[in-house]
């Protein structure tokens, strides 16, 4: 099986043409364990499926490296976008991906015929509480209190295509984003579990976040986390309507209107055959 390896500011990715295989969804999940170990394969964060579409250019399908199915990854759709586009799977700089988080529309920016930044609609979001969803008599899950082991915390969740949760601090710690990231994702009161995000507000343009997500553990970088971050930021009257996101892997910038849009880079590692 043919694939290439790439990486969005650090979140790295497996992608494979799936568009004329006869493999089922429970061996795709089986596939995505698999291939995604760090240490009898490749190693990735996700697999990233193209198939065709009746309904946009294409149609991508997102497994984490837990095996499970994601409606949306936003890093992840930046490599779907430059796999298809450089394999001349999709021919035009305007396209449409269809996801499980409804159709995708997407803008290449080239620089001499090269990919420089790939800008995609993330969509709308939700703050309500039954669509994340948690377990609460209240409409919205806004900077509600929560405790954590032996600390308290401070939440906002929302859905971005995918469950997040927000939780601004005054410092990140990557040992602390593990320790308690895992406990909220698995809280009772998220029956869908969820992706937890800690901020640290830089000013009203620049933040920066430490993401935990939800089926694959501490990651160098979110797309649908760092664009939660930046709109409950934004609810929260702690920034402006354009962000730059900084995460250990790089930076996007986000902007926010009726539909939250995210501009960043995209980059093969490397290409080649699996044995599967």
């Known amino acids: 099986m043919k694939f290439w390896k790439l990486h969005g ?25 698999k291939v995604c170990h760090r240490r009898f394969s490749v190693g990735a964060d996700g697999l990233l499926i193209v198939k065709n579409s009746e309904i946009a250019d294409v149609e991508m399908v997102y497994y984490n490296s837990d095996g499970s199915r994601a409606a949306m990854c936003g890093n992840g759709l930046r490599c779907f976008c430059k796999f298809v586009y450089d394999n001349g799977i999709v021919k035009k700089d305007n396209f449409t991906v269809d996801t499980l988080d409804g159709i995708k529309n997407i803008k290449i920016n080239t620089i001499n015929g090269e990919i420089n930044t790939i800008k995609v609609n993330m969509g709308k979001g939700s703050f ?40 601004i601090v005054d410092e990140l710690n990557v040992d602390e984003v593990c320790k ?25 343009y620049n933040i920066h976040v430490y993401t935990w997500e939800r089926g694959c553990g501490y990651t160098l970088g979110c797309g649908t986390g760092m664009t939660a971050s ?47």
């Open 128 to 167: 309500l509480a039954k669509d994340i969803p948690v377990l609460t008599d209240k409409e919205r899950f806004v900077q509600e209190n929560i405790k954590v082991l032996d600390k308290e915390f401070k939440i906002t969740s929302m859905l971005m295509g995918v469950p997040h949760t927000v939780v």
């Open 180 to 204: 308690y990231g895992k406990e909220i994702e698995n809280n009772k009161i998220f029956p869908k579990k969820t992706n937890v995000n800690f901020v640290k507000v830089e000013d009203k």
């Open 230 to 276: 930046a709109i409950v930021c934004n609810l929260l009257d702690m920034v402006e309507n354009s962000v730059n996101v900084t995460s250990q892997g790089g930076t996007v910038r986000i902007d926010i209107g009726e539909f939250s849009y995210m501009t960043g880079p995209a980059v093969k590692i490397c290409e080649g055959v699996l044995e599967v």
């Open 9 to 33: 500011i650090g979140n790295d990715f497996i992608a494979i043409d799936g568009r004329f295989d006869q493999i089922d969804s429970s061996n795709y999940t089986v596939l995505a364990k």
